[in-house]
């Protein structure tokens, strides 16, 4: 009797062993999203070695990392799930970045949204995040410069067209604190639709229209003489 409550009370100590070193884990609301292109959309693969203790999620490309860009598990630092992304360097480091290259369709419409946060307590220089649509060379579809803002999780969303393969890229540097990155997706919206073209006779019609108009003038001279 006394091994068998032994064996239970073992099992029991086990069993909440179990429970409370492997925590209920969250999803992403990315991870929910349907057609969703990005990979690892809300950091929670984690990186190549684990949370917290490498620069660079699973399915990500980093450039110019130094100590604080790395996926953390801050619940206050997080928008949804267990994780997001930390990143900002010192401005004289220069601008860390983090990019996804994606296959998509040539000539569709995408929709890129992602949710992001500033952790700068209040406005100050040497702040800026910028996120871009296939080439770092071009115009951002964001760009935050010296600002406390968004000190909330904001979401950001914009139409993209695809190009058959497109990289999205987030650059950022942070003086006083840092940025994090979270829920990041990428959506087919279908195909681009351009704008229609004004309707241009062709030359029979033209030529027509141009001779009932002189017609028609001729008509009303020969009345006005009469």
């Known amino acids: 009797m006394i091994v068998n409550l032994s064996k239970w009370i073992t099992a029991s100590l086990l069993a909440v062993a179990l429970l409370t070193s492997n925590p209920a884990h969250a999803d992403s609301i990315c991870t929910g999203i349907a057609g969703n292109l990005v990979a690892n959309c809300g950091f929670e693969n984690g ?8 620069t660079t999620p699973v399915g990500w490309t980093v450039t110019n990392p130094f100590t ?49 946060l500033n952790e ?64 990041v997706s990428v959506v087919d919206a279908g195909p681009s639709v351009p704008p229609t073209p004004s309707a241009v006779p062709e030359p029979s019609s033209l030529a027509l229209l141009v001779t009932g108009i002189l017609g028609a003038a001729g008509t009303i001279r020969r009345r006005l003489v009469a």
């Open 120 to 183: 700068a307590g209040g406005e100050s220089p040497n702040v800026q995040v910028q996120a871009f649509w296939d080439s770092t060379s071009g115009t951002p579809l964001l760009s935050l410069t010296n600002t406390a803002q968004p000190s909330s999780y904001t979401k950001y969303s914009f139409t993209v067209l695809g190009t058959g393969s497109d990289t999205i890229t987030f650059s950022a540097y942070n003086d006083p604190a840092e940025f994090y990155l979270d829920d």
């Open 47 to 54: 990186s190549s070695a684990g949370p917290n203790s490498s």
């Open 68 to 116: 604080y860009e790395q996926v953390v598990n801050s619940a206050s630092l997080v928008n949804s799930g267990s994780y997001a992304y930390r990143f900002g360097n010192f401005e004289s480091q220069g601008a860390a970045t983090i990019a996804q290259t994606i296959t998509d369709i040539a000539g569709d419409d995408y929709t890129f949204s992602f949710f992001l």
